[in-house]
């Protein structure tokens, strides 16, 4: 709430690297009984008027009535401001008269209200009666660069733009569902505690996130459209919009609803510069080890029946497809074993996930040697656990498997599986794998697992607490193999810089990425921050035969609209939101 028209030329002192347009026409006076928009606005997050009933005049900017129950208008000239907004809402029915269109200059009497969250509210006049004075032009603010804070966006509010960009898509979950794309002036965004420590470090990164990312909205507040209007072309395989990619020349007014700023388009985006699909990684090493977050696989009751189940594929179709991805991704990355995430704890039968995932990658070819590690029961006690496979023609097991069940892995973080392995002359090496618990249930979490507000989450603590639990099981050899080294592969939904990850680091254990010098690594992307949940932990005596390593983001910066929901392609693309890692070892001699 904030600001106006030669504002264009004040808002270069907020916002220095703006061009501001032409000055609109001068002042000729204020009507007598007529508030200034900026005045309504205020220099606050909510208006000082909120709750008085006042009249102003501006230029309609955009008619939302039908998709958002409003209109924006906009000051023909600004106060000298910068902290003001010019712009203003009006709730407003498709119904109502005067049918109002860009360029409309209003006169309207109503009451000021603030719609949407405290701390994120819309400044509006509720009940507007609307008088047409005539036809003028409102300029769009050129935005050129993002404001020197987070709060600045608040002296925008209401106010025509144009961002000719280029910007970076920096989110695609809701485009699908909502029509929105996060975008950010710069790079993409990264999860702050993925770069920074948590706490001050994390806090500052989140401000700055939160400065450069604005969202591109469809100005239609409805679930899954038909279309997204605004794209130049339909989202397909050659146009998949991932993050990464860059648009040019959205246009709109700036809104601010569901919590965050919004730029309600007006006009379709002049061009999409689209972030290409990788091929899947190559990696050096005589072993390759993958690690893969399966999303959910449930196979119903294994013959058919049993949809929808209580995670995964709602259908035995959509179970069908989920599985083609799946065998579509490890097939691609040819790895010669695989840590699985979110796999059905359903047993080690015929009918079961796991035996029906193999069973599919051995008919698949061109590898038919596909064989899974039985644990006997679980691991655990999770209606999901962690799964391992192999190749019997590469890997030779070593002694039986083994787990944990107590302590933190009794009921929050699913049970850890271990499993000794030989590739042909080489040493004895462990293979664990692991899935901390996640970041949900906030509401269930009591104690240290609260969020302590220092950017890691809820079940910091246990997650904490099933790193040292995890470290010192391995430290007894579980499975009695002696082996020469172990890798950590999984989810362990932590951060590279949080708690659980810096205190393996300390008692020894290498990041397989920063061994390797990868530049930026990231598996996942929540809310268009992009991060490892996923990480390949190696002890000091595997860290020296490691070769490389890659996350292959084949799902992670694709839309949702390429999922097994959707998707009937029986490509790899958004077969889960992690990307799968692969790691390269010298192992064979």
Known sequence: MRQRLPTLLLLTLLLPACEAPAPPPAATGPT??????AEVQGRGPRSPLEGQEVQVEGVVTGNFARGLGGVFIQSLEGDGDPATAEGLYLTRSPEAGPRLRPGDHVRARGQVVELGEEGASLTALDGAEVELLGRAEAQALELTAAPASAADWEALEGMLMRLPGPVTVSGNENLGRYGELLVAFGERLFAPTERALPGQDAA????????RSLRLDDARDRRDPDRIWYLPEPLSATAPLRAGSRVRGATGVLDQRHGS??????????AVEQAPRPEPPAVAGEVRLAAFNLLNLFNGDGKGGGFPTARGAASSDEYRRQQAKLVATLQAMAPDAVVLLELENDGYGADSSLAQLVAALNAAGPARDWRFVDAGQGPGHDPIRVGLIYRAERLRPVGAPATVEDGPFAELSRAPLAQAFRAGDGPVFLVVANHFKSKGGCAEATGLDRDQGDGQACFNATRLASARRLHAWLAGDPTG??????VLLGDFNAYAREDPIRWLLAEGWSDAFALAGVEGPYSYVYRGQAGRLDHALLDAGLAPRLRGVAAWHANADEAEGFDYRRDDSGQPWRASDHDPLLLGLDLAR
């Not at 007598?32 to 928009?37: K, N, R, T």
């Not at 990164?205 to 939160?210: G, S, Y």
């Not at 700023?261 to 002049?270: N, V």
């Open 481 to 486: 193999t002696a082996p020469a080294g172990t």
């Open 261 to 270: 700023y919004r730029l309600q388009l007006t006009e379709g985006l002049d």
């Open 32 to 37: 007598p009984g007529v508030s200034a928009i």
């Open 204 to 211: 500052a990164l989140a401000e700055d996130n939160a400065r």
